[in-house]
């Protein structure tokens, strides 16, 4: 009886391993949103916990930017939006806003740690890797994980407070980016929601607030799950967030990147 069981358990593992392995194909296989050809991603979105893999077939996308020496390095702390999930990285809005900012005259080289289903709990986990690179400034796009799990707020501000205090005691200068949860999320999302504005007040950080402003939750400019946005969608948040890294850029150049 005892080998029967440990046959019967031995197929059901194998069974839900191949089930696994075709849902994952179903999930990530095929050509972005736009038609461009998307590398197999790792399935996830908000709550996946799975990391975001972004490598992308040689002579895809735009040509490599030549970042001069010296120049600032910005990183970027986030989650699947960061991430660009489902989208080749070229068409994420870090990588967008290197872009433009590099034609304008403001180049600097990108450093990025976005992971989806990451939560502000993952962001300080990952910190101390990104203080590794000495960046110039830290753009935190985090807590939209938080939120949507109920993560208690308590909790989420205190992780925001440390990823804010660890990057200013290294010298990094801080972009926070502003989340807002669905309001049938009654008077947890009131509270959350103002929470950023709050600490972007008292720390004197600089602050977009809302920054998927007019791409969250419209269903053209995300992808089938709603939650991911489109590369058009990608163009929008990089819209939202370019004016006030342009800024922090600037003040950082001026000051001779100190």
């Not at 990104?130 to 400034?137: A, G, I, K, M, N």
Request: proline share 8%; glycine share 14%; net charge negative.
């Amino acid at each position: 009886m005892p080998r029967f069981a440990d046959r019967f358990s031995t197929l059901v593992c194998v069974a839900l391993a191949v089930a696994a392995v075709a849902a994952g194909a179903a999930c990530s296989g095929g050509a972005g949103s736009d038609g461009g050809d998307a590398q197999p991603r790792a399935p996830g979105g908000f709550g996946s916990g799975l990391d975001e893999l972004q490598a992308e077939p040689a002579g895809d996308g735009p040509a490599p930017l030549e970042i001069p020496a010296g120049a600032p390095v910005v990183c970027f702390l986030g989650d699947s939006i960061g991430a660009g999930l489902h989208l080749p990285a070229h068409q994420a809005f870090p990588a967008v806003l290197q872009r433009r900012l590099a034609a304008e005259g403001l180049a600097f080289e990108r450093v990025s740690s976005c992971e989806s289903g990451r939560t502000t709990s993952g962001g300080l986990t990952a910190l101390p890797w990104v203080l590794r690179s000495e960046p110039d400034l830290i753009v935190i796009e985090l807590g939209g994980n938080d939120g949507l799990r109920g993560v208690p707020l308590g909790e989420v501000e205190a992780n925001l407070r440390g990823l804010i205090e660890g990057a200013r005691e290294a010298g990094a200068r801080v972009l926070l980016l502003g989340m807002r949860l669905p309001p049938n999320y009654g008077e947890y999302a009131s509270a959350f929601d103002a929470l950023y504005p709050r600490l972007a007040e008292e720390y004197g950080v600089a602050f977009v607030p809302y920054f998927m402003e007019g791409v969250g939750a419209v269903p053209e400019l995300n992808l089938p799950d709603g939650l991911h946005p489109t590369a058009e969608g990608h163009e929008r948040l990089a819209d939202a967030v370019q004016d006030a890294l342009r800024e922090l850029l600037s003040r950082v150049s001026s000051a001779g990147g100190e």
